[in-house]
């Protein structure tokens, strides 16, 4: 392997008489005054200077990306260069000796002592050339590389000028000055063409041969040999040459040209081979920049990849009966950031083999009802144990009034914040949410990464139960932001410089959270009880070890997602079907929550997951059995005793002596007069002409009535905090 050395022949022989010796060597002194004349041409300056064999090398470009898992694997490889097929760069020592020998006997016997030109070699060739003869031949290795790498040495008309040929001795001199024999060896059996589109050895071994160049046989480098000088010429020249060469190489080991020419042409009526493309994850080539290098290696396990791929068709498989044809996992690293599995779609049994469902935009359902309760405790507004109406509601919109309802179309009353969340409560969440300022939790899942939730008024208090559209890329991230203390960085598909590299500060991070707020929400999504009263104590969703987990379902039954967190990574499941029909009977515990759960399974077969530390700013009643923000622990409602010490309630909506009239063109139970005030509390209630009417937790729509009322505002005691005069005529 590597450079060898071989003995060489004389190859110039007399065959002419005394009288032709002459003439010869008359005409060689004519040569050799040209040739001097060449070599004063040598000196002049040039234009432009050759590249370092390090830049030839940085800036090869295979015809193929390749990307490697975490460990090396070959994960996926794409063709991206149609007017050649290359493939990596291949090292001398990585080449068979047979075939490096063979190269040399034929195309350069004096490579290893000449500096670029084979002086004598020129002169026959230009004794051609003067007897008006095509000039060819005499050109070194050195010479034919410095023709791959310089476009004006290229060779137009099947021919090199003599322009060009002075200019190519010229800079093979200079080439020979920079590199090292090694260097040019190297570059020259990765840049030239054999046949076809092949280029450079690695391309030609294993299109032609199914094999890697250091296994290459004789045979083999006689072939590869004859097909850099002729790359296209016929098949019985191509048989000619070879034997030609063969004979010449082996000498006395020579037995005949049969068997070499039987395999020439087995090998060139064959299609060139190349093994198919490995295809493990084939929409990572888009996600990553195309400024990549050819060989770049990403933070994927290629056996993790895998695994799930394998247990996510296997789950869906009996699904498909109730309208679920595809899903989609991710999986990252909590504290690098870095994605360890992207399984974009089903792979081979995906009717959409080429749509990457990790960043198809679909509803949230409730997966972003962990975010508004976050907002409700980093404002100060709820704890864990303030006290939600599950009851019926209407709430106005911009085109008539919004109501609510659980997935179970039943209701629970009054319940707390752990409950309605871990439960998955619908009317709580809109309640929760009603009292966020929107502008100010949108800029919150703007800072989470999720980028199209522009507009306030267009989502409404639907926003709670996940009417906005998002990926499972900024969701899966998201709650990773959950579980890194509300610590917000970006996703990682590249290694930073070692896979194991720590990393104390990930670049960009933002504090989106109180630590305080996320381990309390920590808390709740990992609460086997909170979650009892829509899921029972024991589900899908249970782990043997610590994890917080939440579901959802959007409206119509069309996505079904499952995202949650260990203390060591964040998995995020969707599964749907891609025509955007609805699923029938399929809700998170049973669709994607199987999932999620096999997932997290794999994951930690050897990896504990330990629960969060409880944070300098959080403390934990034993008498409450819950967890509070310091300073918090008296909001056991939906505003807040101190808010409402601030803010004396008013009753803004009607105003004082309203007048309404009844409008004839809308019907008469359809009428609706909106009953607002500035704070509202879960033991308030409405009180019309000395009649509860409905609590004070939230705004309230009164059917309308002729007459005149009085509508008060009463806490739990019937005090009477505010009151209003209005008339129905």
């Not at 010796?21 to 000196?43: A, D, I, P, Q």
């Not at 007897?131 to 050195?142: A, D, H, Q, V, Y």
């Not at 020979?176 to 024999?181: D, I, R």
């Not at 975010?371 to 009851?391: I, R, T, W």
Request: proline letters at 5%.
């Amino acid at each position: 392997m590597g450079r060898t050395s071989f003995s060489r022949k004389t190859i110039w022989k007399s065959h002419h008489s005394r009288t032709n010796h002459r003439v010869k060597r008359v005409s060689l002194m004519r040569c050799s005054l040209v040739f001097l004349l060449l070599v004063f041409t040598l000196g002049l300056p040039c234009q432009s200077a050759l590249p370092t064999f390090a830049f030839v090398k940085d800036n090869f470009a295979p015809s193929d990306l390749k990307y490697y898992d975490r460990e090396g694997k070959v994960l996926q490889a794409k063709r991206v260069r149609y007017d050649y097929r290359s493939l990596s760069w291949v090292s001398l020592q990585e080449i068979s000796s047979d075939f490096v020998k063979t190269i040399l006997f034929s195309e350069d016997k004096k490579f290893f002592q000449h500096s670029g030109v084979d002086s004598l070699a020129f002169v026959g060739s230009l004794f051609s050339s003067l007897r008006g003869e095509p000039l060819r031949g005499g050109s070194t290795i050195t010479m034919q590389l410095v023709g791959l790498l310089d476009p004006e040495l290229h060779i137009k008309n099947n021919r090199r000028t003599l322009t060009q040929k002075i200019k190519q001795i010229q800079r093979a001199i200079e080439l020979e000055e920079t590199w090292t024999k090694e260097e040019i060896l190297t570059a020259y059996l990765n840049l030239v063409y054999f046949r076809s589109e092949l280029r450079g050895i690695g391309a030609a071994s294993m299109g032609l041969f199914n094999k890697e160049p250091f296994l290459l046989t004789p045979n083999e480098s006689y072939l590869l040999t004859v097909l850099i000088r002729s790359p296209q010429a016929p098949m019985n020249r191509i048989v000619q040459r070879g034997c030609s060469l063969k004979k010449q190489f082996e000498e006395d080991r020579f037995q005949s040209c049969q068997e070499f020419d039987l395999f020439v042409k087995q090998t060139l009526f064959r299609t060139p081979i190349f093994i198919s493309k490995p295809s493990f994850a084939p929409h990572l080539i888009d996600l990553l920049s195309k400024d990549q290098p050819y060989e770049t290696q990403t933070t994927i396990s290629l056996s993790l990849q895998t695994k799930i791929l394998s247990l996510m068709q296997e789950n869906l498989k009996p699904l498909e009966s109730q309208n679920v044809d595809d899903g989609a996992v991710l999986v990252i690293h909590n504290r690098t950031g870095y994605v360890l599995a992207y399984v974009a779609n089903q792979g081979k049994k995906s009717k959409v083999q080429s749509m990457d469902l990790i960043q198809a935009r679909r509803q949230a359902g409730s997966t972003l009802k962990p975010f508004v309760y976050a907002q409700g405790f980093e404002e100060k507004k709820l704890n864990p144990l303030s006290m939600l109406n599950d009851a019926p509601i209407d709430l106005p919109v911009f085109r008539g009034i919004y109501r609510p309802l659980n997935y179970s179309k039943g209701y629970q009353g009054k319940v707390t914040v752990t409950q309605s969340l871990g439960s998955s409560l619908n009317i709580p969440a809109v309640r929760a949410l009603s009292y966020l300022d929107m502008g100010k939790f949108l800029n919150t899942l703007s800072k989470l990464g999720f980028k199209e939730l522009a507009y306030p008024e267009f989502y409404g208090p639907s926003l709670a139960l996940g009417s906005a559209d998002i990926t499972l890329w900024e969701l899966t991230n998201a709650y990773r932001t959950l579980a890194n203390g509300g610590k917000f960085t970006k996703v990682n598909l590249l290694p930073s410089n070692s896979l194991n590299t720590e990393i104390e500060r990930p670049e960009g991070e933002i504090q989106v959270y109180r630590e305080s707020v996320t381990f309390l929400i920590q808390k709740i999504l990992s609460d086997r009880e909170a979650r009892a009263l829509s899921f029972g104590w024991e589900s899908n969703l249970s782990t043997p070890f610590y994890t917080a987990v939440k579901t959802g379902t959007s409206q119509d039954m069309r996505d079904n997602w499952c995202v949650g967190f260990s203390s060591e990574f964040t998995v995020g499941v969707w599964i749907g079907n891609t025509k955007g029909e609805p699923m029938r009977d399929v809700t998170g515990v049973s669709g994607a929550g199987p999932i999620w759960r096999e997932v997290m399974e794999v994951l930690h077969q050897d990896i504990p997951s330990n629960p969060p530390t409880m944070p300098s700013g959080v403390i934990y009643d034993s008498n409450k059995q819950a967890y509070f923000e310091i300073g918090m622990e008296e909001l056991a409602d939906e505003r807040g005793s101190k808010h409402r010490e601030k803010v004396p309630p008013k009753i803004l909506v009607p105003a004082d002596e309203t007048i309404y009239a009844f409008d004839p063109d809308i019907p008469v139970n359809h009428q609706k007069i909106y009953f607002k005030a500035n704070v509202y509390h879960a033991n308030w209630n409405w009180v019309l002409n000395q009649k509860v009417i409905g609590d004070a937790s939230i705004p309230f729509f009164w059917t309308v009535e002729k007459g005149i009322f009085i509508l008060e505002l009463q806490d739990q005691t019937g005090k009477v905090l505010d009151k209003t005069n209005f008339e129905v005529r």
